[in-house]
């Protein structure tokens, strides 16, 4: 990371964007091994990217292992991880497990697994400290919802998250916090300019220099530039355009 400016309150540090997809519940093991290598050919053909950007898949489960065999540009994730150590927890995977098959991230407290596993920001909290714990790095996702942003009260909820959704001993090296206004998440709508450089200000405050905030939602070809062209945000966090290489790439070069 290089210090490039001093802009209002605080330092704005210039840093490798990180362009991350989430792969979410898709696909079978034979087409996450042709996105992954095509994004990895893609990669190679334009090594300016990697200059550019840091580029990280997260793929179902199921599917970790055998993309770990097909990459070596692109880092590895996972998409939740158990805040429990190894042993009598029926279906749940370790964050040993992950490191074991060469995840070095994984994704906690996306909205849909607060959705539709109930998870709430203590247990992301507990999560993340297992995560770290085995030298995992986190993304920390967090955001409103459309009612709480017509209400004005997108920070107060995104503030609430924050301060219980992180464990002590977040650095810039272990955490990484995606904010994804619940709104946008495959939805076609993305947040503006405006309104993200406002959120990611706010969260800097909250989170300090150093730590990447990416921002996702919707995010696409067509309008990556101009998001990860906004202040304060470092990467996206992209869910249906990372399963197109060319979609994916193309976010990647437009950072
Ligand atoms: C996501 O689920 O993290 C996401 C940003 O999805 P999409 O890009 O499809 O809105």
Same mark, same amino acid.
């Given at each position: 990371m290089e210090q490039e400016a001093l802009k209002g309150n605080y330092e704005v540090i210039t840093m490798k964007?990180?362009?991350a997809g989430n792969w979410k519940m898709n696909g079978t093991i034979e087409a996450a091994i042709e996105l992954a290598e095509s994004i990895e050919n893609g990669l190679e053909k334009?090594?300016?990217?990697?200059?550019?950007?840091?580029?990280?898949?997260?793929?179902?489960?199921l599917h970790l292992l055998p993309v770990s065999g097909s990459i070596e540009k692109i880092a590895l994730g996972a998409q939740d991880c158990s805040q429990n150590d190894n042993g009598a927890f029926t279906g749940d995977v370790s964050t040993a497990m992950l490191k074991d098959i060469g995840a070095g991230y994984v994704i906690l407290g996306h909205s849909?697994?607060?959705? *539709?596993?109930?998870?709430t920001d203590e247990l992301v909290a507990q999560k993340a400290t297992k995560a770290n714990e085995a030298g995992l790095i986190t993304i920390i996702c967090v955001g409103e919802t459309e009612s709480e942003r017509e209400a004005g009260k997108e920070q107060d909820i995104v503030?609430?998250?924050?301060?219980?959704?992180?464990?002590?001993?977040?650095t810039p090296e272990n955490t990484v916090i995606a904010y994804e206004p619940v709104w946008a998440i495959g939805t076609g709508k993305?947040?503006? &300019?405006?309104?993200?450089?406002?959120?990611? &200000?706010?969260?800097?405050?909250?989170?300090?220099?150093?730590?990447?905030?990416? *921002?996702?939602?919707?995010?696409?070809?067509a309008n990556a530039a101009e998001l990860l062209a906004t202040p304060n945000v470092d990467g996206g966090l992209i869910g249906g355009a990372s399963l197109k290489a060319e979609d994916f790439l193309g976010i990647a070069q437009a950072a």
């Open positions: 964007k990180l362009i334009k090594p300016e990217l990697q200059e550019k950007c840091d580029v990280l898949v997260c793929p179902p489960l849909e697994r607060r959705q *539709y596993h109930n998870e503030g609430a998250q924050l301060a219980a959704s992180m464990p002590e001993g977040c993305t947040a503006t &300019a405006e309104d993200v450089a406002v959120m990611h &200000a706010f969260i800097r405050e909250k989170v300090g220099e150093g730590i990447r905030i990416l *921002y996702g939602g919707s995010m696409k070809p």
